[in-house]
Structure formats: structure tokens, C-alpha cells
């Protein structure tokens, strides 16, 4: 059996808010394989949130153990998780977090720049992955020149331009229009079809609709696939 | 991340801050501006000062009565200091050769001040009573006519050279060769000009009459002793037997005067001493003006932290999404780093522009010979990068340490 891209055991997530300990995680088991498009769903403060952090290496795990290509991230500092972060994982964030002084092309580089990539193979490869979210046009475009959705397209050439094992998407169609949301989730579509692994946090079911597989959080637990719905 | 994509990093972050910085840097600027203003002043003052000792003659020693070392008290509990007149005696026994070899001029002068006239014009001036030697042993020269001759000094001739300043506001643009003035009541006759000497220790060297000593004593000051020399001038032969004619003087004297080691009735001032002093209070000068200028370096230091730990809480987000894209804590560390030292560079380079330039101004607006010295410069770019770096270490260590996802979940 092939290794999968990320792998979560028993993992618990505590946070300590003054006297009382808040358990936002409570031992969540998760396999997902290469290619595969999986889809995290949840009412707010059921540790979604949380749950993305933890995949994302952007915060640590109270208990257990969290794989990612088969290397265990739970133990490592800072700096490995930096390198990390860099080559594994693309993210997409629902405020896009793209640095307003920076034109789409330099907002693309930036994770090639922390990767020690050479100035021209970056600005093709940046080029590239612009062109791949339809925005070849848009290279010189400040942020604030660009709609919510060639924003939120932007982000998602940011996040492959490394070309990682995971693409995280945290509510990525949470502050589009619909025009724009179907404009993206077509761009995800097209990038499972590819190959790509892609985990998307959501709590809109249409958006879960169109992953391959979907998990339901509820109080720190897991489950696999969505309840009924009831609205 | 290489050290140009830092520096790019931080350029443009200064970049879109372009007020704040601007207000950032030029806190540096003054600070640095200061500095190197009141050094270059201060440099100025000592070689000004230098120039103006060495104006009042080459290889110059002065005597005069009143010894340096403090006597015991008397019952009164007064201090007091040994004293003995000069005499003439004392003159002729040190132009002797075979007591001070090395002393080639001797000019005793005696000398005061008074109120010279010429028609309506009156005029406050230094008056020097002096022999021929006096021009040759105080590095002086004469502009037009001549200085007055020893025959003229024997017999107490009624004959004055003046300097240039009593010349023109005295004879008010006249020919000041054979005119009249009147010193004392007495009628006198200008027979030469001095060359200027500018001014020495706040006084105007040109504003000055010189007459015999003799036609001094007998005609003018009756009431002094003619024995009695105030000041005596006397000439070294070179550089080199400066210290061998002093020490002659002082030992012919002190056996003239029967002086004991300790309890002297005369000082003597060499230019060395004149030169190694001004140096001393330039130095404090310098220093104390310096330090002050180097308190607004400090707050301008004080400013770039402060700035940058705006900056730092300013850019949380930022900073997040950058470590989320992989930037290492010492990527950060760096770019913050490099962005502080780019504002103490920066105001270090503006602040050195500024400073030149008004040395420079300064320096064409006025005699004071400014000039912006190299290592100053140097020293001063070295304390600006090094005050941005020390700085900046905070902030950019706090940034440094922040959790990638605190700084994201911040809005």
C-alpha cells in the first residue's frame, strides 16, 4: 500500500484559556491518499479551523502523531517546519493573503523566494502557474486592481507554483460571489483531475458536493462522510 | 532567501511607508549631521587656534615675573607666589651666548593700554614698548616703511609702528607713513606699518603701537621703573633648541635671582605649552559638544526602534503568511533586520550630506578652516548601520518568534 500524502492519528488539539482547558481536537483519525479531493465540513467551532492549522504545520498537536509524506512533523522545529510549509503544502486562505504591494506575479514568486529558487526559473515558473488559473494577463496586476475571484486565483498559483504534495484550502469560496465561486471550485475540479491532492475546509454543502470524499466535524470528532441534511 | 531578495524585501517595505520612514531617517540624519558638525567644528576651532599661537612668532619663549608654584601660606592663611622683577640686567645676561647659546633674540617689552590720536580720531590700542629684536622675535614683518632702528631706540626717538587696524581707523585710509599721532600728549611720527597677524587668544594682533622701550619708560610711563621688564620675548634658535633654551633661561635666571627648585620668581611660556593647552581645551570642547550632539543620535536610534516594532505589530499578518509560505524565523529575523539598517544607513549617508554641506557653507561664509574629515566619515556610516542593526535586534527577534498561525488568526 502507498504511503499517504498525510496521515493523522489519534491527534488531539488542547488549548489552555485561563483555568479551563479547551479540547478542540479529540483524537482525530485521518488517511488521505494521493489524488485524493477531500472535502472537511463542519458547523463553526466544531475545530475545523483547528484541524486545518494542524495540517497545515501552522500550529503544533497537544497528543498524538501526524505524518505528512510518510515523515513525522509532529517533533520538528521551526525552521524544518518552514521547509516544510514551503515544499509540501500549497494554501489557500478565504481572505486570499496576498501582499497588497506586490503585483500578482511577485505575490506567485514569494514562495519560490523562501525556497532559494533562481530569479529567472522563479519568474517562469510564477508565469506558468498564473497562465494555469487563466491569468496571464493579469501578471502586473496589484492586488487591489484585481476582483475577489482573479484574487482568489492568484492565491491558488501561489499555492502550486511549488508544485506541493497538499493543497490546503481553508473556505476558499467563503468571500466570493457565486460567479466567482464556481470559477474556483472549476479551477479545483480541474486540478483533482490532474492528480492533485486536495484537502478544502467548507461549510457549505454544494462546495463538499463536488469533492470526491467528505468528513463531518462535530465537537473535535471526526466522522466520515456528511449527515443528512436537515435544512 | 538570498541576501538581495532580503534587501529587496525590505526596500519595498520602506517603500510603502514612505512618510514614516522618511521622519525615521531623518532623526538618523540630525543625529548624525550633529555629530559630525560639532567634530568638524570643534577641529576647526584647534587648528584655528594652532595658526593663531604659532602667528605671534616661530620658536617663541616668553618670561615673565611671578613665579608658577604656590608658597606656603603665611599666618594670614594667604597663598601667595614668589615674586621678583625682570631687570635689564637679566636681559643682557641672557643675550649672552655664553649663558643661553641657543636664545639668538631678546626683546624685552614692556607692555599696556592706551588711547592714541590723530586729529578728531581716537582709537584704543595695545602699546608695546620694545627694541629692534621685537620684530624678528615675534615672526613680524612690516608692510611699508621700516621698524624704528636701535639708534632710534637709544635715544628715545618719538617714532611709532602701527598695525594695520590702528592704521585704518586711526589715519582713516591716509597714508599712514609721517603722519602725527599723539600718545600721552606727546607727538609722535608713524614710520612704518606691520603686516597683519590676524587676531591671537581673542586679541587683534593689529590693533597695536610699537614704540622704543626707552622713549616708553622716559616719556610716556614715568611713573615705572625703567629697570623693570613686564614681558620678555625671546627666540629659540630652531624647532630643535627650543627645549635647550629653555632650560638655558630658566637656569641663568634662577641663578641671577637665586631662585631654589620649587619656589621660581618668573614663569616661562613656551608655544609648546601655549599649543599642548589649546589642545587640551579643544579636546574637552570637542567632547563635551559632541556628546551632546550625540544624545540626538540616541533618540534618533530610539525612533528606528520604535519604528520598527510598529512596524512588526503593524505587519503581524504578514509575517504569518510569509512562514506560512515557508519563510524561516531567521528569514524573517533578517528582513526586519536589514529594513532597520537600511533606515540608520540611510539617515547616516542624508546626515553626512548635510553635515558637509554646512561645514562647507560655513567654511566659505567664514575663515574657520572646516574640514570634513575622512575616518569622521567613515566612523560616522559605521555608527548609523550600527545603530539600525542594534535597533533593529528586537523588534526583529520579536517578529522572528512569532507563531505562524497567531499571526494569521490576527485581523
Known amino acids: 500500500m502507498r504511503v499517504p500524502v498525510l496521515d493523522l492519528r489519534e491527534v488531539r488539539k488542547t488549548y489552555a484559556t485561563g483555568a479551563a482547558a479547551v479540547e478542540a481536537l479529540r483524537g482525530i483519525n485521518l488517511a488521505v491518499q494521493a489524488g485524493e479531493y477531500v472535502a472537511v465540513m463542519g458547523p463553526s467551532g466544531s475545530g475545523k479551523s483547528t484541524l486545518m492549522h494542524i495540517i497545515g ?16 512533523v509532529s517533533r520538528m522545529d521551526e525552521r524544518r517546519l518552514a521547509h516544510v510549509r514551503n515544499r509540501e503544502i500549497g494554501f489557500v486562505f478565504q481572505q486570499f493573503n496576498l501582499l497588497p504591494s506586490l503585483s500578482a506575479l511577485r505575490n506567485v514568486e514569494l514562495p519560490l523566494i523562501y525556497a532559494g529558487v533562481r530569479l529567472g526559473e522563479r519568474r517562469s515558473r510564477a508565469r506558468e502557474a498564473l497562465a494555469q488559473v487563466g491569468l496571464s494577463d493579469r501578471v502586473d496586476h496589484r492586488p487591489g486592481e484585481l476582483s ?4 482568489q486565483r492568484v492565491s491558488i498559483a501561489r499555492a502550486l507554483v511549488t508544485n506541493p504534495a497538499l493543497l490546503l484550502a481553508d473556505e476558499p469560496t467563503g468571500n466570493l460571489d457565486s460567479t466567482s465561486t464556481a470559477d474556483v471550485l472549476g479551477l479545483f475540479d480541474g486540478l483533482h483531475a490532474e492528480g492533485r491532492t486536495i484537502v478544502l475546509i467548507t461549510h457549505e454543502h454544494d462546495v463538499a458536493a463536488r469533492a470526491g470524499r467528505a468528513v463531518y466535524m462535530l465537537d473535535g470528532e471526526l466522522s466520515e462522510g456528511l449527515p443528512e441534511r436537515t435544512g | 532567501m538570498n541576501a538581495l531578495e532580503t534587501f529587496r524585501t525590505a526596500y519595498g517595505a520602506l517603500r510603502a511607508h514612505r512618510m514614516r520612514s522618511t521622519l525615521t531617517v531623518l532623526g538618523i540624519l540630525i543625529g548624525i549631521a550633529a555629530v559630525m558638525l560639532t567634530v568638524a567644528l570643534g ?17 617663541l619663549i616668553m618670561v615673565t615675573p611671578g613665579g608658577p608654584d604656590p608658597q606656603p601660606e603665611d599666618p594670614d592663611g594667604y597663598q601667595s607666589f614668589a615674586y621678583a622683577a625682570l631687570s635689564l640686567a637679566d636681559v643682557e645676561a641672557l643675550a649672552d651666548p655664553v649663558n643661553a647659546p641657543d636664545v639668538v633674540g631678546v626683546a624685552p617689552t614692556n607692555e599696556s593700554y592706551t588711547t592714541v590720536t590723530s586729529g578728531e580720531e581716537s582709537q584704543e590700542v595695545s602699546l608695546a614698548g620694545s627694541t629692534p629684536d621685537w620684530l624678528s622675535v615675534r615672526g613680524r614683518t612690516v608692510q611699508s616703511g621700516r621698524f624704528f632702528s636701535a639708534d632710534e631706540a637709544a635715544r628715545g626717538a618719538r617714532v611709532v609702528v602701527v ?25 609722535f611720527t608713524v614710520i ?19 614704540i622704543p622701550r626707552t622713549t616708553l619708560l622716559q616719556q610716556i610711563d614715568t611713573s615705572s621703573n625703567p629697570n623693570d621688564v613686564n614681558t620678555l620675548y625671546l627666540q629659540a634658535k630652531d624647532q630643535e633648541s627650543l627645549s635647550a633654551a629653555y632650560q638655558q633661561i630658566e637656569r641663568t635666571l634662577m641663578t641671577r635671582h637665586g631662585n631654589t627648585e620649587g619656589a621660581k620668581d618668573f614663569s616661562i611660556l613656551t608655544q609648546q605649552s601655549l599649543i599642548d593647552t ?10 563635551a559638544l559632541g556628546g551632546i550632539a550625540a544624545i540626538s543620535l540616541l533618540v534618533g536610534s530610539i525612533g528606528v526602534m520604535n519604528i520598527m516594532l510598529v512596524s512588526v505589530t503593524e505587519r503581524v499578518r504578514e509575517i504569518g503568511l510569509r ?20 533606515l540608520g544607513l540611510l539617515g547616516g549617508m542624508l546626515g553626512l550630506l548635510l553635515g ?7 567654511g566659505v561664509l567664514t575663515d574657520f578652516p572646516v574640514v570634513p574629515s575622512v575616518s569622521a566619515t567613515a566612523l560616522a556610516l559605521g555608527v548609523s548601520l550600527l545603530i539600525g542593526i542594534v535597533a533593529g535586534v528586537y523588534p526583529a527577534a520579536r517578529a522572528a518568534r512569532l507563531a505562524p498561525i497567531d499571526a494569521l488568526r490576527n485581523e
Open chain 2, 192 to 210: 612704518g606699518v606691520l603686516n597683519s597677524a590676524g587676531s591671537a587668544l581673542g586679541e587683534d594682533q593689529d590693533n597695536l603701537l610699537v
Open chain 2, 43 to 59: 577641529q576647526a576651532a584647534r587648528t584655528l587656534v594652532l595658526q593663531q599661537i604659532t602667528a605671534m612668532g616661530t620658536n
Open chain 2, 278 to 287: 589649546a589642545n587640551q581645551t579643544t579636546a574637552i570642547l570637542t567632547a
Open chain 1, 148 to 151: 475577489g475571484g482573479q484574487q
Open chain 2, 163 to 187: 598695525g594695520t587696524t590702528t592704521a585704518q581707523q586711526l589715519l582713516s585710509g591716509g597714508d599712514p607713513l609721517g603722519a602725527e599721532v599723539t600718545l600721552a600728549g606727546q607727538s
Open chain 1, 57 to 72: 504545520c501552522l500550529d503544533w498537536l497537544s497528543y498524538g502523531q501526524y505524518l505528512l509524506q510518510g515523515n513525522d
Open chain 2, 323 to 342: 512562514k506560512a509560505l515557508g519563510a524561516t524565523p531567521a528569514a524573517i529575523r533578517n528582513q526586519f533586520l536589514v529594513e532597520a539598517s537600511m
Open chain 2, 356 to 362: 558637509m554641506g554646512v561645514a562647507w557653507v560655513i
